[in-house]
C-alpha cells in the first residue's frame, strides 16, 4: 500500500519471529502441515491509487488465486 502511494514499486516483504515455540500438543498436527504440497501464492490487487494511506477502504483490494487448504486441528495449548 506504502508503494502505490508514494510512488515506488513493490518489493519483497520479509518477515521475522522472535520467540516462535511449538507446543507439545501441536507436534502431530505440524507434522502433517510440512507434509502437504504448498498451493501458488494469491495475488492481493489494489484497484485504485490514493494520496493518502488512510484513504484506502476495504473495497480498494482484491485477493485473486487464494485457494487454501483444509484447516488442521489444535488444540489450544495453555
Wanted: hydrophobic content about 40%; overall charge negative; aromatic content about 8%.
Amino acid at each position: 500500500m506504502i508503494a502505490n502511494v508514494t510512488g515506488l514499486k513493490p518489493g519483497d516483504f520479509v518477515h521475522s519471529l522472535g520467540d516462535a515455540h511449538v507446543y507439545s500438543n501441536h507436534v502431530d498436527a505440524l507434522r502433517k502441515q510440512i507434509q502437504r504440497e504448498p498451493r501458488k501464492f494469491p495475488v492481493l490487487r489494489i484497484k485504485r491509487s490514493v494520496e493518502c494511506l488512510e484513504n484506502f477502504v476495504v473495497e480498494d483490494f482484491v485477493v485473486e488465486g487464494y485457494d487454501p487448504l483444509p484447516k488442521i486441528e489444535m488444540q489450544m495449548a495453555v
